[in-house]
């Protein structure tokens, strides 16, 4: 089984889940700027850490003859300070060139305060300004639904934004509806304890199609397993989909997403 | 897959949740004090559960959800709880 990995925060992770990963079947991982877990002190930490995954963290999955893919931003969880956040969105442009750079992510809302919204539509506006997918992280859960509702209005109060290049990801059962009705892309993140089990993201493709969709592990430095999309699809062989569904919707689809933009190579 | 076959598959998994979910509630009860407002959340998300409509998962969401629509002023938290205060205030 092939697949790729849209959502992983692989500097996170050992070099074992690598291993891991590529055992499995992973031909390419993209790896959306996240939070370290902690508040980074200035800029600079984030210019070390956009070096990280522009430079060094591409190389070490290359060992493995693996893609690795990155969007940049600073994550909404340190979007509450505006002045840490224009400074860092000023250093990004330095970067946003680099070859495996695919866009803006991942951005979205955290406490849906009216600061993160700040933040969030100056990340929209460097998408817009140029050309950028974007990759949205939506709240977690009881502040998910207002959060998804906020930034879907911030995405389409800028005419330059097409919804069909930007994924709305950590969708669950109450989001998925309204994100793939507007025309957005929907991302699925499989997780033991939050947001979406295997089970509960193959229900949702049973109801609402394998079009716009696509599912990650966002494996991180929290409870989270690199493998979860493999495991996905064995729970859909168990359900007794076919081959060319499960690829399309483990493979194919990131890729059609993901070629929008003219730096991602399709695993051949 | 038929209902027989979603039985066949998920019928124990199921099994073992609920009887998690009722050891949980037990526990609670156990515990000393009184809970919090998450106790009630859950308690309101349980009666979803005997629905005879569709959409239970996505219902269950929505009752741990903020309903409102304004962003809040400032974010003093970064984390998430899992239920919406708001609703016992």
Known sequence: MRYIEPHGHMVSRTTDDYVAMVTAGCEAVCEPAFWAGFDRSSANGFYDYFCQLTEHEPKRAAKFNLPHYTWLCINPKESEDVGLAEEVLSIIPEFIDRPNVLGIGEIGLNKNSRNEIKVLEKHVDLAGSRDQLILVHTPHLEDKRKGTRLIMDVLKNDSRISPERCIIDHVEEHTIKMVLDEGFWAGMTLYPESKCSSARAIDMLEIYGSEKIWMNSACDWGISVPLAVPHTMMEMRRRGHEKDWIDKVSFQNPISFMKQSPKFQAPA | ?89
């Not at chain 2, 949740?17 to 000393?32: N, P, Q, W």
């Not at chain 2, 269950?60 to 609703?87: R, Y």
Request: glycine share 6%; hydrophobic share 45%; charged share 25%.
């Open chain 2, 1 to 89: 897959m038929t209902q027989q076959q979603v039985l066949d598959l998920y019928f124990m998994d199921a099994r073992h949740k609920l009887i998690d979910v009722a050891a949980f509630l037990d526990r609670v009860d156990r515990g000393e004090g009184e809970p919090d407002f998450r106790y009630e959340a859950f308690r309101k998300a349980l009666e979803v559960l005997s629905s005879a409509e569709p959409g239970k998962a996505a219902a269950v969401l929505e009752a741990f959800s903020d309903p409102t629509n304004e962003p809040i002023e400032v974010a003093t938290t970064k984390a998430a709880c899992g239920a919406w205060p708001g609703a016992n205030q």
